[in-house]
């Protein structure tokens, strides 16, 4: 899960910023978006895979520390530009004809910087029943189950949800994946209309 998470994410970063036809506030965001999520699986995913493998599950104090003041960071970054991106799609929805005015770059610049907010009822509700219920009921199975969904499976749902059904991303990937790989049968795909 944690390669696909990287890259997937990684994959949709690299055809937005090669592609001009994606140089837009809503991709521009979504690039953003990918790679916080490389970022935040990266704080915790690995110790827990060396854990796993080794069977030690020792954190040295300044690794703990670290690890969470990335941890805390990286999840705010996501909701900030989690609320960004709603805000963008509300004023292309709802005032399309000043939308390029509205959402210029200098503003979107502006809004990634300032992005450190939203709520997403996955993340926090497993997030907050984790640590809430955890003081009440010691149950660790359920807790590792919870831990995992919000920390490895909704970034790596990320790329998915965002480019499931948008063909501008399917086709700067398809493109992509046909230069690095030089795979014949994505040439034959991409004229068969799949």
Aim: glycine residues 4%; aromatic residues 12%.
């Amino acid at each position: 899960m944690y390669l696909v998470t990287v890259s997937g994410n990684l994959l949709i970063v690299l055809a937005i910023l090669t592609d001009p036809h994606l140089h837009t506030p809503m991709y521009f965001f979504l690039a953003n978006l990918s790679m916080v999520d490389v970022c935040f699986t990266s704080t915790t995913v690995p110790k827990m895979l060396v854990n796993i493998q080794t069977h030690i599950r020792a954190i040295s104090y300044a690794g703990c520390i670290t690890q969470m003041f990335s941890f805390l960071f990286f999840v705010a970054l996501d909701n900030f530009l989690l609320t960004v991106m709603a805000y963008d799609r509300f004023v292309a929805i709802c005032h399309p004809l000043h939308y390029t005015v509205i959402m210029n770059p200098h503003l979107c610049v502006q809004l990634v910087l300032v992005c450190w907010i939203a709520v997403v009822c996955l993340f926090y509700g497993t997030g907050l029943g984790v640590y809430l219920s955890s003081a009440a009921i010691q149950n660790s199975h359920s807790t590792a189950a919870a831990s995992v969904m919000y920390t490895v499976v909704t970034p790596m749902l990320n790329p998915f949800i965002y480019s499931l059904r948008n063909n501008d991303i399917h086709r700067a990937v398809k493109i992509h994946l046909r230069e690095i790989f030089r795979w014949p049968f994505i040439t034959h795909i991409h004229k068969s209309g799949l």
